[in-house]
């Protein structure tokens, strides 16, 4: 009995081991950047630096059309795409994919313009007719630009937008002593704060536009007016559309 009960005892005073869990391996996720024509959507040798904010690492390339790097964890990344013949575009991108294999993002680079061939007067004024301008423009004049189109409360720009803003550029060229002010108005309706930006952004993009299609930065202002300048009383649908414009004001020529 004696025996049994040491025994018993000792088995009671083995070491309990549980089941051993192996660390789970953190997962690699393959990024692919590539880079991309705005205008044609073509494929651009482009040379990338990003960061990895959380992981603090940064990577980079030189000129290339896939960039490819690692990440182990969800993470904000920073990315810098440049090109010969486009504007540099940087992004900010939270990459919460990390349960994924594959990842792919594709960035899109605005063409800069052509430079232009210095024009004789002739030619210039030749050319102003051949393209369509807006004519007979006078200081603080204000012209709509009723043909300017973003996506509901946005300041995203719409695509159908571009042959208006095309022919202020033009305006622009032809004219190089012409300096304006980019408007952007909202109705009444919502918080007159988030109005206030919505028309301050609004302006700002198409004031971006110009200068991606080289208009020189001091010729152009940008100011969001919100729904202080109403062009008609906000008591209808359609006169609320009426105050809910973008305009650019002649301040110089």
Do not use: W
Not at 26 to 49: E, G, H, N, W, Y
């Amino acid at each position: 009995m004696r025996l049994l009960l040491v025994l018993i005892l000792s088995f009671l005073l083995l070491p309990v081991y549980g089941q051993v869990v192996a660390p789970k391996k953190p997962q690699r996720t393959l990024f692919t950047l590539k880079a991309i024509d705005s205008q044609t959507s073509a494929t651009v040798s482009a040379q990338f630096s990003v960061t990895a904010i959380q992981a603090r690492k940064t990577y980079s390339s030189p000129r290339t059309t896939l960039f490819d790097f690692i990440l182990t964890q969800t993470d904000t990344i920073n990315v810098l795409a440049k090109a010969p013949g486009y504007f540099d575009a940087e992004e900010l991108m939270v990459v919460s994919c990390d349960t994924c294999h594959d990842y792919e993002y594709v960035i899109k680079l605005d063409p800069k313009p052509q430079k232009q061939p210095l024009l004789t007067p002739a030619k210039a004024s030749e050319t102003a007719k051949a393209d369509t301008v807006f004519r007979n423009l006078a200081i603080n004049q204000a012209i709509q630009l009723d043909n300017v189109y973003f996506e509901q409360s946005t300041y995203t720009l719409r695509p159908e937008s571009y042959p208006q803003l095309d022919k202020l550029v033009k305006t622009l060229r032809t004219s190089p002593q012409l300096i304006i002010l980019v408007a952007g108005h909202t109705d009444n309706v919502g918080d007159k704060r988030l109005n206030q930006a919505l028309s301050e952004n609004r302006a700002s993009v198409i004031r971006a536009y110009l200068m991606r299609h080289g208009i020189a930065e001091n010729r152009l202002q940008a100011h969001g007016f919100g729904d202080t300048q109403p062009v008609a009383p906000n008591d209808s649908e359609a006169n609320k559309q009426k105050n809910r414009r973008v305009e650019f004001v002649v301040l110089a020529m």
